[in-house]
């Protein structure tokens, strides 16, 4: 028996207007950043034309989801107004739905009116990093727009998440956290939610790790797990490396989290991630 068939089962698919995406084996969503201050320099990028030529390498290389978001969430960003960031993500939105219509689209927000701009360019999921805490109607929102939600985990907000955060028990709180999550979004009517225990939101170093090496634990809540590691300082920080310097480490902590349950690795780089899935699959025989 592979070890994934030793792990709780969680939801396999998302339904989103009228398409059905499959989760039965991981998959991997590609990073898009319509903004100027991405955390990692080669993932910044402003222009449609490369966007778009962006998304069309990240899908020939295995990409099943693409995130495009258009405000930075690093530890201390600035934000940037509901105009600006609708501004920057729903005409990218739109030019990649015209451009490439079966490809799935979500878009990085935590504000409510960009996520419905984004829908109506043609994302097909909406990501929020504060799980409904930083806009009280995004819940509502979403379950209005009928689309999948990706609710993160995160101590404080993006400017005050890595002043000294503070756990008894990590694995614990996030599980509790995020059980408490889902039934208050699936309360407001959203049908199929991703958690996201959030890496480097609001934790240390210690925290990240326990979270990975617990990552299992999460999978009680009966959903998809989604793991983004890409690149992060809980990698270059232990390796003292940069993040353009950190995609072995990355590399390294995606096979962890697959083993661990991962559902979607939200990545970079999706040919390194995707041949990790494929490695996964044959160590632990789930695609024979």
Known sequence: MGFKNTLLPVQTTLQSRGRLLDLSRPVVMGILNATPDSFYTRGRNNSIPGMLQQAEQMIAEGATILDVGGASTRPGATPVSVAEETDRVAPVIEALHERFPDAWLSVDTYHDAVARAAVTAGALIVNDISAGALDHDMLSAVATLQVPYIAMHMQG???????????????????????????????????????????????????????????????????????????????????????????????????????????????????????????FECLYDTAR
């Open 157 to 279: 907000t993006p400017q005050t998440m890595q002043d000294n955060p503070q756990y008894d028990n990590v694995v614990q709180e996030v599980l509790q956290c995020m059980t408490g999550i889902c039934q208050t979004a699936a309360t407001a009517g959203i049908h199929d939610i991703i958690i996201d225990p959030g890496f480097g939101f609001g934790k240390t170093d210690v925290h990240n790790y326990a979270l990975l090496r617990d990552l299992h634990t999460l999978r009680i809540t009966g959903r998809p797990v989604l793991v983004g590691i890409s690149r992060k300082s809980m990698i270059c920080r232990t390796l003292g490396v940069t993040p353009e310097a950190a995609l072995n480490g990355t590399t390294a902590l995606h096979m962890v989290a697959l083993q661990q349950g991962a559902s979607i690795l939200r990545v970079h780089d999706v040919k390194e991630a995707a041949e990790v899935i494929r490695l």
